[in-house]
Each structure stands twice: as structure tokens, then as C-alpha cells.
């Protein structure tokens, strides 16, 4: 039954049941905002509109992408909306198609630094299916993105998979490698209670350049020289955990769910999402395909092929 229900779940576009709500402050600008989430019509994609200025549309969408570092931000026609991040991970990972989320200001709220609030708002509207077959972004070729030592790479696969590492010079961080299949309930267990965090050291430079004025011990992990300031943490590995939430958050700007494996090795916002842009730049890369994630749902019949997949290099370490 519940596979059953999974396996239709991915063969149709879906939008949220009914209208939920969220406030609170903003990470960087400090400024309250109030979020509303409302179900739309199928092929609507996701849609941020800004309520303070007519109802203004921005998609959630790489051609939307503006500058980017310490957080993910759209810009459409001189219009700003700012970390979208952890709010799009929820939507993508729960497998959302078509939403709109209606903002009154420039950034989305950060609550407790984490997805978990917004895992909790789209608990509250629940799941529709639509009568609109669901379209998936099929990776064809691998594309890499590579700056330094770090670099950011998507690669053909049957699933949506992230592996993210990370590799900060501190005790309690080090090096960390997380690696999941992308779905509402891994994500809901492995990732997305994972918070936002950042060094101690780093907090005046950061609040010098007009950041993180509305970041508190309530919504960020601070690291200082040796340990944490705002323990204990969610999980051991919470670093590369959120790291991974904020991968897939970005990839939800590629406007459809992927079929694809990716890849990030110290990457950060601005690598996610110029992998974003120059895959969507190149069409030769990918297909547009209605059979997504159900296909393989069908074809993995027998004990012998799901012992085979699960041994495959990418399910491997
Ligand atoms: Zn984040």
C-alpha cells in the first residue's frame, strides 16, 4: 500500500491541500516576515510572490538566481527575495511540484535555523495529487563546476541522490560525509533538522558587511575556537547534515525534480547554483522525461535486482 501510494505520488504533479503560515525574523536582514504557503494549479512550478508589492512573481528558478554567499537569493526585474534555501529543501524533498508562497518582505524567515519548522507547515497543508502527469529534469551527462579545492558535480542516475562533504578546521567539525537518496522521509529524518551554523570569529566581519543582523543563538550554531557555544548539537555530523540541506534546496532551482546523483566537495551556495545554471544552460545534458522515480519503483521486482542496485558504487560507502 504505502509503495503503492509512493509509486503514484511520483507519477503526478502535486500542490499542498490547504493554506499554512509561518513568521519570524530574517537571517541577514533582520526584518520580520510572514510566509503563507497556498496550494496552485498544475505546471505552476514553485512561486514565491512578494505580497508587499502587488503580488509580485518570482520563480523559484535558476534564471532567478542573483548574487550569492552566505545565503541563496532570487532577483527577478530589481526584486529581491533572500534565503530560499531551507524552505525549497522541504518543498523539493516532500515532492511538492506547484505552491505558491506568498512573502511580505525581502527575506524568507529563518526560524530555527533549520527545515524543520517548514517540514512542520507543509505537514499542516498535506499532499494533492493533480491530474497532470509530473515531469522530471533526466541527467544525461556528468557537469562539474570546480573552484580551488572545491567543486560541485551532477551525474546520471535512476534516483535523486546528494553525497556533500565537508572539511572545517575544528574540533567538533573536521571532515564530514553525508550521502542520501532525496525523499520526504529521509530528508524529514536525516536532514532536515539539521541548523545553520557559523564561527564565532566570523560574526563581526559578517554583521560589518550588513549580515546575519538577524542571526541569535536561537537560529544558528556558533562555533568558537575549540567547541560550541550554543550546544549540544542534533546530530554529531549536524555540519555536513545541513550542508546537504542546502545543496538540495538550491537544486530545487532547477524547477523540476532531477533524476540525477550529485556531488558537492566544500562547495557552498554560489557553486550549487551555477551547477544549476550552466545544467539548465545546456540541454544537451538532459532529457525531459514523465517516467521518473515510479519506473524504477516497477522495475526493482525481484530480492536479486534491489540487492544489485543497493551494491551499486553510488549506494556504496
Ligand atoms: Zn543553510
Known sequence: MGRHR???????????????FVEG???????????????????????????????????????????VSYATSLMKQGVLLSTTEHLLAAIYSCGIDNIFIDVDNIEIPILDGSAEPFMRLLDQCGVRRLRRKRRYLKVLQPLEVIEGDRRVGIYPADEFRVRCYVDFRHPLVGQQKVE???GEDTFR????????????????PLREMGLIRGGSLENAIVLTENGVMNGPLRFPDEFGRHKALDLIGDLALVGMPLLARVEAHKAGHSLHTQLVSRLL??????????AGQASLDQE??????IAAISQSPAAAD
Do not use: Y
Open 281 to 290: 544552460a545546456d540541454p544537451s545534458l538532459w532529457t525531459i522525461t514523465t
Open 189 to 204: 529524518h536525516l536532514l532536515s533538522r539539521a541548523r545553520t551554523f557559523c564561527f564565532e570569529r566570523d560574526i563581526t
Open 300 to 305: 526493482l521486482s525481484t530480492p536479486a535486482q
Open 25 to 67: 525574523v530574517g537571517l541577514h536582514t533582520g526584518v520580520h516576515g510572514r510566509v503563507r504557503l497556498l496550494p496552485a494549479p498544475p505546471d505552476t512550478g514553485v512561486v514565491f510572490r512578494r505580497v508587499d508589492l502587488d503580488n509580485f512573481p518570482i520563480e523559484a528558478h535558476g534564471h532567478n538566481v542573483a548574487r
Open 6 to 20: 509512493a509509486k503514484l505520488r511520483g507519477m503526478f504533479q502535486t500542490t499542498i491541500n490547504r493554506e499554512a
Open 180 to 182: 542520501i537518496a532525496v
